[in-house]
Protein backbone atom coordinates (compact mmCIF):
# COMPACT_ATOMS: atom_id res chain seq x y z
CA UNK A 1 0.00 0.00 0.00
CA UNK A 2 1.29 4.10 -0.93
CA UNK A 3 0.91 7.12 1.07
CA UNK A 4 -2.86 6.91 -0.10
CA UNK A 5 -3.91 3.61 0.85
CA UNK A 6 -2.09 3.92 4.47
CA UNK A 7 -3.80 7.41 5.19
CA UNK A 8 -7.24 5.77 4.14
CA UNK A 9 -6.57 2.66 6.44
CA UNK A 10 -6.52 5.52 8.71
CA UNK A 11 -9.39 6.48 9.19
CA UNK A 12 -10.63 2.84 9.35
CA UNK A 13 -9.24 1.22 12.76
CA UNK A 14 -10.15 -2.24 11.66
CA UNK A 15 -9.02 -1.91 7.78
CA UNK A 16 -5.90 -1.12 9.61
CA UNK A 17 -5.71 -4.04 11.93
CA UNK A 18 -6.40 -6.04 8.96
CA UNK A 19 -2.90 -4.73 7.16
CA UNK A 20 -1.51 -4.86 10.33
CA UNK A 21 -1.91 -8.16 11.24
CA UNK A 22 -1.25 -9.78 7.31
CA UNK A 23 1.33 -7.13 5.76
CA UNK A 24 4.29 -8.54 5.02
CA UNK A 25 6.84 -4.88 4.94
CA UNK A 26 7.58 -4.26 9.11
CA UNK A 27 8.20 -0.90 7.93
CA UNK A 28 5.01 -0.19 5.91
CA UNK A 29 3.10 -2.13 8.92
CA UNK A 30 4.82 0.69 11.79
CA UNK A 31 4.01 3.28 9.23
CA UNK A 32 0.45 2.44 9.14
CA UNK A 33 0.15 1.55 13.10
CA UNK A 34 1.45 5.22 13.69
CA UNK A 35 -1.00 7.06 10.71
CA UNK A 36 -3.68 5.35 12.72
CA UNK A 37 -2.28 6.20 16.27
CA UNK A 38 -2.17 9.66 15.23
CA UNK A 39 -5.56 10.22 13.80
CA UNK A 40 -7.24 8.49 16.43
CA UNK A 41 -5.09 10.72 19.33
CA UNK A 42 -7.26 13.57 17.31
CA UNK A 43 -10.57 12.25 18.01
CA UNK A 44 -10.28 10.00 21.34
CA UNK A 45 -7.21 9.72 23.01
CA UNK A 46 -8.04 6.33 25.06
CA UNK A 47 -8.86 4.99 22.10
CA UNK A 48 -5.58 5.61 20.39
CA UNK A 49 -4.00 4.48 23.16
CA UNK A 50 -5.34 1.19 23.68
CA UNK A 51 -4.77 1.23 20.10
CA UNK A 52 -1.04 1.91 20.63
CA UNK A 53 -0.46 -0.21 23.92
CA UNK A 54 -1.85 -3.77 21.54
CA UNK A 55 0.43 -2.79 18.85
CA UNK A 56 3.76 -4.68 18.55
CA UNK A 57 6.83 -3.59 19.17
CA UNK A 58 7.71 -5.03 15.59
CA UNK A 59 5.11 -2.76 14.13
CA UNK A 60 5.99 0.28 15.58
CA UNK A 61 4.45 0.64 18.76
CA UNK A 62 7.08 2.45 20.41
CA UNK A 63 6.09 5.41 17.81
CA UNK A 64 2.43 5.27 18.24
CA UNK A 65 3.11 5.20 22.37
CA UNK A 66 4.99 8.89 21.88
CA UNK A 67 2.53 9.96 19.47
CA UNK A 68 -0.72 9.49 22.32
CA UNK A 69 1.82 10.41 24.91
CA UNK A 70 2.58 13.35 23.30
CA UNK A 71 -1.16 14.56 22.32
CA UNK A 72 -2.63 13.67 25.29
CA UNK A 73 0.09 15.56 28.17
CA UNK A 74 -1.37 19.16 25.65
CA UNK A 75 -4.84 18.37 25.92
CA UNK A 76 -5.42 16.42 29.37
CA UNK A 77 -2.15 16.46 32.01
CA UNK A 78 -4.01 14.49 34.74
CA UNK A 79 -5.43 12.19 32.83
CA UNK A 80 -1.92 11.63 30.50
CA UNK A 81 -0.31 11.21 33.54
CA UNK A 82 -2.81 8.46 35.19
CA UNK A 83 -2.38 6.58 31.98
CA UNK A 84 1.51 6.34 31.53
CA UNK A 85 1.45 5.75 35.16
CA UNK A 86 -0.58 2.92 35.01
CA UNK A 87 1.39 0.78 32.05
CA UNK A 88 2.81 -2.32 33.00
CA UNK A 89 5.15 -2.96 30.16
CA UNK A 90 8.91 -1.81 30.74
CA UNK A 91 9.90 -0.27 27.17
CA UNK A 92 6.08 1.36 26.43
CA UNK A 93 5.97 2.58 29.95
CA UNK A 94 9.38 3.88 30.29
CA UNK A 95 8.75 6.18 26.38
CA UNK A 96 4.99 7.22 27.84
CA UNK A 97 6.61 8.59 31.25
CA UNK A 98 9.35 10.35 29.48
CA UNK A 99 7.29 11.62 26.65
CA UNK A 100 4.41 12.89 29.14
CA UNK A 101 6.55 14.42 31.69
CA UNK A 102 8.64 16.38 29.72
CA UNK A 103 5.97 17.82 28.24
CA UNK A 104 4.31 19.17 31.09
CA UNK A 105 7.09 20.42 32.52
CA UNK A 106 7.88 22.26 29.32
CA UNK A 107 5.20 24.83 29.72
CA UNK A 108 5.10 24.93 33.77
CA UNK A 109 7.70 22.47 35.70
CA UNK A 110 6.68 23.19 39.05
CA UNK A 111 2.79 22.77 38.35
CA UNK A 112 3.40 19.49 36.52
CA UNK A 113 5.78 18.25 39.62
CA UNK A 114 2.90 18.87 41.87
CA UNK A 115 0.92 17.00 39.96
CA UNK A 116 3.26 14.22 39.50
CA UNK A 117 3.52 14.24 43.38
CA UNK A 118 -0.49 13.73 43.54
CA UNK A 119 0.25 10.31 42.25
CA UNK A 120 0.56 6.59 44.49
CA UNK A 121 4.03 6.66 45.89
CA UNK A 122 6.22 3.89 43.97
CA UNK A 123 8.94 3.13 41.23
CA UNK A 124 6.09 4.70 38.36
CA UNK A 125 5.66 7.91 40.09
CA UNK A 126 9.59 7.99 40.77
CA UNK A 127 10.03 7.16 37.45
CA UNK A 128 7.98 10.29 36.25
CA UNK A 129 9.42 12.66 38.80
CA UNK A 130 12.82 11.50 37.32
CA UNK A 131 11.80 12.62 33.68
CA UNK A 132 10.32 15.58 35.03
CA UNK A 133 12.89 16.57 37.24
CA UNK A 134 15.39 16.47 34.20
CA UNK A 135 13.78 18.35 31.44
CA UNK A 136 13.41 20.93 34.49
CA UNK A 137 17.05 21.16 35.42
CA UNK A 138 18.12 21.70 31.30
CA UNK A 139 15.93 25.13 31.63
CA UNK A 140 16.28 25.94 34.98
CA UNK A 141 18.98 23.81 37.15
CA UNK A 142 18.77 25.96 40.04
CA UNK A 143 15.11 25.99 40.01
CA UNK A 144 14.83 22.01 39.99
CA UNK A 145 17.71 21.73 42.53
CA UNK A 146 15.97 24.05 44.62
CA UNK A 147 12.83 22.33 44.37
CA UNK A 148 14.95 18.47 45.17
CA UNK A 149 15.94 20.01 48.06
CA UNK A 150 12.93 20.33 49.68
CA UNK A 151 12.37 16.43 49.74
CA UNK A 152 12.81 14.29 52.59
CA UNK A 153 16.14 12.23 53.13
CA UNK A 154 16.46 9.05 51.34
CA UNK A 155 16.78 7.21 48.36
CA UNK A 156 14.41 9.34 45.58
CA UNK A 157 16.22 12.60 46.77
CA UNK A 158 19.78 11.37 45.96
CA UNK A 159 18.76 9.91 42.83
CA UNK A 160 17.10 13.15 42.18
CA UNK A 161 20.23 15.67 42.94
CA UNK A 162 22.07 13.08 40.72
CA UNK A 163 19.59 14.06 37.43
CA UNK A 164 20.24 17.75 38.29
CA UNK A 165 24.04 16.82 38.55
CA UNK A 166 23.81 14.55 35.10
CA UNK A 167 22.39 17.85 33.76
CA UNK A 168 24.42 20.17 35.06
CA UNK A 169 27.22 18.39 34.34
CA UNK A 170 27.32 19.42 30.54
CA UNK A 171 28.20 22.85 31.01
CA UNK A 172 28.75 23.18 34.41
CA UNK A 173 31.11 20.80 35.16
CA UNK A 174 32.84 22.78 38.53
CA UNK A 175 28.91 22.78 40.15
CA UNK A 176 28.13 19.61 38.97
CA UNK A 177 31.13 18.41 40.91
CA UNK A 178 30.13 19.90 43.90
CA UNK A 179 26.82 18.86 44.04
CA UNK A 180 28.35 15.13 43.75
CA UNK A 181 30.25 15.59 46.90
CA UNK A 182 26.66 16.15 48.71
CA UNK A 183 25.88 12.74 47.50
CA UNK A 184 26.60 9.69 50.58
CA UNK A 185 28.76 6.73 48.94
CA UNK A 186 26.70 4.72 46.56
CA UNK A 187 25.77 4.10 43.16
CA UNK A 188 24.02 7.71 42.28
CA UNK A 189 27.54 9.39 43.60
CA UNK A 190 29.32 6.96 41.50
CA UNK A 191 27.55 6.91 38.22
CA UNK A 192 27.41 11.49 38.46
CA UNK A 193 31.46 11.05 38.57
CA UNK A 194 31.55 9.04 35.72
CA UNK A 195 29.30 11.68 34.40
CA UNK A 196 30.70 14.63 35.09
CA UNK A 197 34.38 13.30 34.23
CA UNK A 198 33.12 11.78 30.62
CA UNK A 199 31.71 15.27 29.75
CA UNK A 200 34.19 17.54 30.98
CA UNK A 201 37.05 15.58 29.29
CA UNK A 202 35.59 16.62 25.69
CA UNK A 203 35.15 20.28 26.51
CA UNK A 204 38.65 20.92 28.69
CA UNK A 205 40.80 17.79 29.10
CA UNK A 206 43.44 19.78 31.55
CA UNK A 207 40.84 20.75 33.91
CA UNK A 208 38.90 17.25 33.87
CA UNK A 209 42.04 15.25 34.21
CA UNK A 210 43.53 17.30 37.06
CA UNK A 211 40.08 17.03 39.25
CA UNK A 212 40.13 13.68 38.68
CA UNK A 213 43.66 13.46 39.43
CA UNK A 214 43.31 15.39 42.89
CA UNK A 215 40.79 12.77 44.32
CA UNK A 216 41.75 10.15 46.83
CA UNK A 217 41.82 6.62 46.16
CA UNK A 218 37.82 5.11 46.70
CA UNK A 219 35.11 4.56 44.35
CA UNK A 220 34.64 8.04 42.86
CA UNK A 221 38.47 8.73 42.04
CA UNK A 222 38.02 4.96 39.88
CA UNK A 223 34.42 6.18 38.60
CA UNK A 224 35.91 9.67 37.22
CA UNK A 225 38.75 8.02 35.76
CA UNK A 226 36.41 5.36 33.87
CA UNK A 227 34.18 8.52 32.79
CA UNK A 228 37.85 10.15 31.16
CA UNK A 229 38.36 6.92 29.67
CA UNK A 230 35.29 7.15 27.65
CA UNK A 231 35.09 10.24 27.14
CA UNK A 232 38.79 10.24 25.52
CA UNK A 233 37.73 6.92 23.55
CA UNK A 234 39.85 4.21 25.68
CA UNK A 235 38.69 1.14 24.20
CA UNK A 236 39.56 -0.85 27.16
CA UNK A 237 38.89 -0.57 30.87
CA UNK A 238 42.76 -0.23 33.04
CA UNK A 239 40.42 -0.52 36.28
CA UNK A 240 38.33 -2.73 37.57
CA UNK A 241 35.74 -1.39 39.99
CA UNK A 242 33.01 -2.71 42.67
CA UNK A 243 30.23 -0.86 41.35
CA UNK A 244 27.45 0.25 44.16
CA UNK A 245 24.41 -0.94 44.03
CA UNK A 246 25.12 -3.45 40.95
CA UNK A 247 23.79 -7.52 41.46
CA UNK A 248 25.73 -9.09 44.01
CA UNK A 249 28.23 -6.49 44.52
CA UNK A 250 30.49 -8.12 41.38
CA UNK A 251 33.45 -6.16 40.31
CA UNK A 252 32.97 -6.57 36.48
CA UNK A 253 36.02 -5.68 33.88
CA UNK A 254 36.15 -6.44 30.67
CA UNK A 255 37.47 -9.38 30.49
CA UNK A 256 35.09 -11.64 32.45
CA UNK A 257 31.85 -9.11 31.91
CA UNK A 258 31.62 -5.24 30.99
CA UNK A 259 34.26 -3.08 32.18
CA UNK A 260 34.06 0.54 34.31
CA UNK A 261 34.49 2.22 30.67
CA UNK A 262 31.04 0.73 29.69
CA UNK A 263 29.21 1.33 32.52
CA UNK A 264 30.29 4.86 32.32
CA UNK A 265 29.66 5.36 28.74
CA UNK A 266 25.53 6.78 28.87
CA UNK A 267 24.95 10.26 28.75
CA UNK A 268 22.69 9.41 31.84
CA UNK A 269 22.34 6.52 34.33
CA UNK A 270 20.10 4.04 31.97
CA UNK A 271 22.84 2.76 30.58
CA UNK A 272 25.08 2.03 33.74
CA UNK A 273 21.30 0.39 35.21
CA UNK A 274 20.73 -1.44 32.05
CA UNK A 275 24.10 -3.17 32.26
CA UNK A 276 23.84 -4.11 36.14
CA UNK A 277 20.90 -6.47 34.50
CA UNK A 278 23.23 -7.80 32.50
CA UNK A 279 25.16 -11.47 32.32
CA UNK A 280 28.51 -11.05 32.60
CA UNK A 281 30.51 -12.19 29.59
CA UNK A 282 29.53 -9.50 27.10
CA UNK A 283 32.55 -7.46 25.76
CA UNK A 284 32.20 -3.36 25.60
CA UNK A 285 31.45 -3.64 22.06
CA UNK A 286 28.83 -6.35 22.18
CA UNK A 287 26.80 -4.13 25.27
CA UNK A 288 27.08 -0.97 22.80
CA UNK A 289 24.87 -2.70 19.92
CA UNK A 290 22.64 -4.68 22.53
CA UNK A 291 21.83 -2.06 24.33
CA UNK A 292 20.47 -0.08 21.19
CA UNK A 293 18.51 -2.83 19.61
CA UNK A 294 16.46 -3.04 23.01
CA UNK A 295 16.36 0.13 23.65
CA UNK A 296 16.90 2.53 20.79
CA UNK A 297 13.14 2.55 20.24
CA UNK A 298 11.66 2.86 23.84
CA UNK A 299 14.60 5.57 24.74
CA UNK A 300 15.68 7.13 21.17
CA UNK A 301 16.60 10.71 21.83
CA UNK A 302 19.18 9.54 24.70
CA UNK A 303 20.65 6.90 22.65
CA UNK A 304 20.53 8.92 19.62
CA UNK A 305 22.53 11.76 21.48
CA UNK A 306 25.00 9.01 22.99
CA UNK A 307 25.84 7.36 20.20
CA UNK A 308 27.09 10.51 18.53
CA UNK A 309 29.19 11.13 21.44
CA UNK A 310 30.97 7.62 21.16
CA UNK A 311 34.47 6.97 19.86
CA UNK A 312 34.59 6.64 15.69
CA UNK A 313 35.02 3.07 14.59
CA UNK A 314 33.07 -0.19 13.69
CA UNK A 315 31.34 -0.83 16.61
CA UNK A 316 29.99 2.92 16.81
CA UNK A 317 29.29 2.74 12.60
CA UNK A 318 27.16 -0.79 13.72
CA UNK A 319 25.20 1.13 16.47
CA UNK A 320 24.40 3.98 14.40
CA UNK A 321 22.89 1.48 11.39
CA UNK A 322 20.54 -0.35 14.39
CA UNK A 323 19.67 2.81 15.66
CA UNK A 324 18.49 4.53 12.61
CA UNK A 325 16.77 1.16 11.00
CA UNK A 326 14.66 1.29 14.37
CA UNK A 327 13.94 4.62 13.65
CA UNK A 328 12.70 4.63 10.34
CA UNK A 329 9.93 1.84 11.50
CA UNK A 330 8.68 3.47 14.08
CA UNK A 331 8.79 7.23 12.30
CA UNK A 332 10.87 8.42 9.73
CA UNK A 333 10.96 12.12 10.69
CA UNK A 334 12.10 11.25 14.20
CA UNK A 335 15.26 9.76 11.85
CA UNK A 336 15.61 12.63 9.68
CA UNK A 337 15.65 14.95 12.41
CA UNK A 338 18.88 12.45 14.50
CA UNK A 339 20.33 12.53 11.10
CA UNK A 340 20.76 16.61 10.68
CA UNK A 341 21.90 16.62 14.74
CA UNK A 342 24.55 14.48 12.93
CA UNK A 343 27.76 16.30 11.76
CA UNK A 344 28.19 15.98 8.06
CA UNK A 345 30.92 13.39 8.28
CA UNK A 346 28.51 11.41 10.26
CA UNK A 347 25.65 11.65 7.81
CA UNK A 348 26.56 8.62 4.75
CA UNK A 349 24.63 9.03 1.56
CA UNK A 350 23.25 5.39 2.00
CA UNK A 351 22.08 6.43 5.65
CA UNK A 352 19.98 9.84 4.01
CA UNK A 353 18.56 7.94 1.04
CA UNK A 354 17.62 5.37 2.84
CA UNK A 355 15.39 8.10 5.53
CA UNK A 356 14.27 9.76 2.66
CA UNK A 357 12.42 6.87 0.92
CA UNK A 358 10.62 5.66 4.20
CA UNK A 359 9.54 9.26 5.49
CA UNK A 360 8.51 9.75 1.23
CA UNK A 361 5.87 6.89 1.97
CA UNK A 362 4.41 8.26 4.60
CA UNK A 363 4.83 12.55 4.46
CA UNK A 364 5.96 13.21 0.83
CA UNK A 365 5.85 17.23 1.46
CA UNK A 366 8.23 17.54 4.77
CA UNK A 367 10.44 14.99 3.30
CA UNK A 368 10.61 16.67 -0.06
CA UNK A 369 11.86 19.48 1.68
CA UNK A 370 13.94 17.74 4.11
CA UNK A 371 15.86 15.90 0.98
CA UNK A 372 16.79 19.45 -0.88
CA UNK A 373 18.50 20.41 2.19
CA UNK A 374 20.90 17.66 2.94
CA UNK A 375 24.12 17.10 1.15
CA UNK A 376 23.09 14.30 -1.25
CA UNK A 377 23.93 14.94 -5.04
CA UNK A 378 21.88 16.83 -6.96
CA UNK A 379 21.06 13.70 -9.38
CA UNK A 380 20.20 11.01 -6.46
CA UNK A 381 17.72 13.41 -4.85
CA UNK A 382 16.56 13.63 -8.60
CA UNK A 383 15.89 10.02 -8.57
CA UNK A 384 14.70 9.61 -5.19
CA UNK A 385 11.69 12.26 -6.18
CA UNK A 386 11.24 10.53 -8.82
CA UNK A 387 10.88 7.43 -7.66
CA UNK A 388 8.40 8.47 -5.01
CA UNK A 389 5.96 10.13 -8.04
CA UNK A 390 7.22 13.75 -6.96
Known amino acids: AGPAAVGGEAGDEAGARQLIAHGDDRAQRARIVTAVATRLAGQDLARAARFAGEASPEAGQMAAIEVVAAAWAEKEADAA ?76 RQRLTSTVGFEMAL ?15 GRNRWLLFSAIAQTWVATDSKAALAWAGRLPEGEARAAAFSGLD ?12 RVPGSRGGRSRG ?18 AAWL ?20 GASDSGQIGQ ?30 ASWLRSLPRSDRSDAMIERTARAWLLTNPDAAQAWLL ?12 LRDAGR
Open 81 to 156: LGWAHGLADPGSAGLARRTVAQRLVKSDPRTAIERIMTLPAGAARDDLLGFATAGWARSDADAAMGWVRTLPEGEL
Open 171 to 185: HQPERAVALAETLPV
Open 230 to 241: TGLGVPTGRRAI
Open 254 to 271: LGGGVGEAALAAGASADF
Open 276 to 295: ATQPSGRSYDEAILEYVQQR
Open 306 to 335: WLASLSPGATRDRAMEIYLEGQLIGSPHRA
Open 373 to 384: ETPLPPDRKERL
